[in-house]
C-alpha cells in the first residue's frame, strides 16, 4: 500500500486525463526536515518516534490545491508527540454520569422548540437551539444519549429529519412572504474537542439568508471559475485525481475519498451527483454514517460533519453541478488538553499526520462490505 510520502511517484507514473487533471488540481512539494538529535535525547526520540533516524530525516509533504487554495502538509510523526489528556475518568463514564440531567434526553420539556413546534422523526426530534446562530438554527437530538451510539442506519434518520426541517422552513419562510433566498446547511459537532457543549449527541441544521455561508459560497465560486476555465465539473475532477491515485471507493451512489488536502485528521468528502439534494439526505446519512463507524472503529471518539447542499428554492447565482457533499473530519482524543487547530490551520495551511493511504485502505473495507 502507498503511503502519502509515495505521492510524488504515484503521478509520476499516471498518464493521460488522469495526469492532466492532477497536475491541473494539486501541487506536490516533497521534502526532508533534517536536524540533530543530541545524545541525551536519541533515546527518548526512539522511544516515542520508533526509530531515531526518522526524526532526524523527517519526510515532510505539502499539498495544495490550486483551484480552491485549500492545503496541507503532512508529516506522520506528528501523530506520535507525546500530548497530554485530562486525568482521572474514563470517557464512558463522563457520558453516563451526564444522562441524569441531560435536557437533551428529555427534549420536549427541557428544549426550545421551533415556532412551528418540533417534527418528530425516527429515533430523533427537532427543537430550536436555544441560543442561534442564525435566523433559522435548530437541532436533531436523537433519542439514543450516548454521542459515539449510532450505526448508518440511525445517522441516515437522523439526516431524513434534517431534510423535513429544511422543508418546514422554507414553507414556513415562503408562507411569511419571504423574498431572500435561502440557503441551508447541515452539521454535526460530536463531543468537545469538535466544539460541541452538549454530551448528548446532536446534529444542527440552519438556514441561511442572502447568500451562502462564506467557505460555502467561495468553494461553489471556484467550481463555477474552474468550469468557465477549462469546461469540466471540478467535482468531477476532484473524483478523477482522488482515484487516479488510488484513494476513492465507489459504490455506484457515492464517492468516498480521504481528501488530499484535508483540513484536519482523516477528513473524508462524500460526494453524490444528481437532482433534488433534500431528498437524497437519507441516502447521503447512510454513507456518513458508514465513514462515522469506519472512523468510530479506528478509535475516532469526536468529530465534524458537514453537509454541502446546493440550494432547494430560487437563487440569483448559479449551482449548476454542484453536488451533494458531505465532509467528515476526525477532531482526535475527546479527552485531549490540546487542540488540533493552532495558528497554522487557522492563518495559515492545515498540519495533519494521518495517512490518507491508510484511510482509503480502511474505508474500502467498511463501506463496500456494508453496502
Ligand atoms: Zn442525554
Known amino acids: ?15 493521460g486525463y488522469p495526469r492532466t487533471i492532477f497536475n491541473r488540481l494539486f501541487d506536490i512539494r516533497e521534502y526532508t526536515g533534517e536536524l540533530v538529535l543530541p545524545e541525551g535525547i536519541r533515546n527518548w526520540a526512539g522511544e516515542k518516534f520508533g526509530d531515531p533516524a526518522a526524526v532526524e530525516k523527517q519526510r515532510l509533504v505539502k499539498i495544495t490545491n490550486r483551484v480552491t487554495l485549500e492545503g496541507t502538509l503532512f508529516n506522520n510523526l506528528r501523530g506520535m508527540r507525546p500530548l497530554s489528556r485530562a ?21 420536549r420539556e427541557k428544549t426550545t422548540a421551533d415556532i412551528f413546534g418540533r417534527l418528530a422523526g425516527n429515533g430523533a426530534i427537532t427543537a430550536a437551539n436555544v441560543a442561534k446562530y442564525d435566523r433559522w438554527h435548530g437541532l436533531i437530538i436523537p433519542d439514543e444519549h450516548n454521542p459515539l451510539t449510532f450505526d448508518s442506519g440511525r445517522v441516515a434518520e437522523y439526516f431524513a429529519l434534517a431534510g423535513r426541517w429544511f422543508q418546514r422552513v422554507l414553507e414556513q ?29 446532536h446534529l444542527q441544521v440552519t438556514v441561511t439568508g442572502g447568500m451562502h455561508y462564506p467557505k460555502i459560497e467561495q468553494l ?15 467535482f468531477g475532477d476532484l473524483c478523477v485525481a482522488h482515484r487516479a491515485v488510488g484513494l476513492v471507493v465507489e459504490t455506484g451512489e457515492a464517492w468516498y475519498f480521504p481528501s488530499l488536502t484535508p483540513v484536519k485528521e482523516k477528513e473524508t468528502w462524500i460526494i453524490m451527483a444528481g437532482e433534488s439534494a433534500l431528498a437524497r439526505l437519507h441516502r447521503l446519512g447512510r454513507a456518513v454514517g458508514r465513514v462515522l463507524e469506519c472512523l ?22 448559479d449551482w449548476e453541478g454542484f453536488p451533494l457533499l458531505a465532509r467528515v473530519v476526525d477532531r482526535g482524543d475527546a479527552l ?8 497554522m490551520e ?17 474505508l474500502r473495507d467498511s463501506v463496500t462490505t456494508g453496502v
Open 336 to 343: 485531549g488538553r490540546t487542540a488540533d487547530f493552532g495558528g
Open 1 to 15: 500500500m502507498p503511503r502519502i510520502t509515495d505521492i510524488g511517484s504515484l503521478v509520476q507514473g499516471l498518464k
Open 296 to 317: 468510530r472503529q479506528t478509535g475516532t471518539t469526536s468529530f465534524n460533519v458537514a453537509v454541502y447542499l446546493p440550494p432547494p428554492g430560487p437563487v440569483p447565482e
Open 220 to 234: 461553489r465560486r471556484a467550481g463555477q471559475a474552474y468550469r468557465e476555465c477549462f469546461g469540466t465539473n471540478y
Open 87 to 107: 486525568g482521572g475518568k474514563r470517557l464512558g463514564e463522563i457520558i453516563e454520569e451526564q444522562r441524569e440531567n441531560c435536557a437533551f434526553c428529555r427534549p
Open 173 to 201: 419562510a415562503g408562507a411569511g412572504g419571504e423574498k431572500e433566498p435561502l440557503y441551508p446547511f447541515l452539521m454535526w459537532n460530536c463531543l468537545w474537542p469538535a466544539g460541541s457543549s452538549v454530551v448528548h449527541g
Open 346 to 362: 487557522l492563518y495559515a495551511a492545515s498540519v495533519v499526520s494521518a495517512d490518507p493511504f491508510t484511510l482509503a485502505q480502511r
